[in-house]
């Protein structure tokens, strides 16, 4: 099973500011088939990044995602206040399809 | 636009058994053309992937936590997924999403999961 590590656990920022947030594999992640998703409270994820680095349909273009192998980071370029959330990766390229335990975005 | 309606949760008895069903509607959305994913999330492990099934139901894989216990399934003429949960312990304590998965060919991975529902608790307690 390929486990996710997401960094840092908590991330305290300011709109306006830019967040970096980071998720590492313990295996290369096939075709770099890593997903992110945002979960606000109460509601179900929804996919912003796939294949590392492909902006998903609708998704501003504030969100931006890199990395290849076993590194990933998920970019924000210019906060605003919707973006405070909790952020998941997931991998998919083998079953089973593992997410990490998720960054906390908080406004600082 | 696509929309996952979950229902079937609540609260079951340890080793009881529970079906939950996700109904799927929208405009232009072919249901049968596209895997199926279930994930669950509870507080102490997260976001869980457990079960896919592909558009013709021929195929489904399951995470190992719940092999052999859960069963996948759909209804393609009514555009509905389900999952039959049983032996159910206070492990399976959590909110189940049901999400379309992004492609038709997803067998061994290369699907992300692109639309989801709101989720159903499912409380597993005496």
């Known amino acids: 099973e390929i486990v996710l590590t997401q960094s840092p656990g908590t991330l305290s920022l300011s709109p306006g500011e830019r967040a970096t947030l980071s998720c590492r594999a313990s295996?290369?992640?096939?075709?770099?088939?890593l997903a992110w998703y945002q979960q606000k409270p109460g509601q179900a994820p929804r996919v912003l990044i796939y294949?590392?680095?492909s902006v998903a349909t609708g998704i501003p273009d504030r969100f931006s995602g890199s990395g290849s192998g076993t590194d990933f980071t998920l970019t924000i370029s210019r906060l605003e206040s919707e973006d405070f959330a909790v952020y998941y990766c997931?991998?998919?390229?083998?079953?089973?399809?593992?997410f990490g335990q998720g960054t906390k975005l908080e406004i600082k | 636009q696509l929309q996952l309606v979950e229902s079937g949760g609540g609260l079951v008895k340890p080793g009881g058994s529970l079906r939950l069903s996700c109904a799927a509607s929208?405009?232009?959305?072919?249901?049968?053309?596209?895997?199926m994913t279930w994930i669950r999330q509870s507080p102490g492990k997260g976001l869980e992937w457990i079960a896919s099934?592909?558009?013709?139901?021929?195929?489904?894989e399951y995470a190992d936590s719940v092999q052999g216990r859960f069963t996948i399934s759909r209804d393609n003429a009514k555009n509905s997924l389900f999952l039959q949960m049983d032996s159910l312990s206070g492990e399976d304590t959590a909110v189940y999403f049901c999400?379309?998965?992004?492609?038709?060919?997803?067998?061994?991975?290369?699907?992300?999961?692109?639309?989801w529902g709101q989720g159903t608790l499912v409380t597993v307690s005496s």
């Open positions: 997931q991998q998919y390229g083998r079953s089973p399809y593992t």
């Open positions: 929208g405009s232009g959305f072919s249901f049968s053309y596209y895997y």
């Open positions: 295996q290369n992640i096939n075709y770099n088939f």
């Open positions: 099934i592909d558009g013709d139901a021929s195929h489904t």
């Open positions: 999400a379309r998965d992004s492609g038709r060919y997803c067998d061994g991975g290369g699907c992300y999961l692109s639309d």
């Open positions: 294949g590392a680095s």
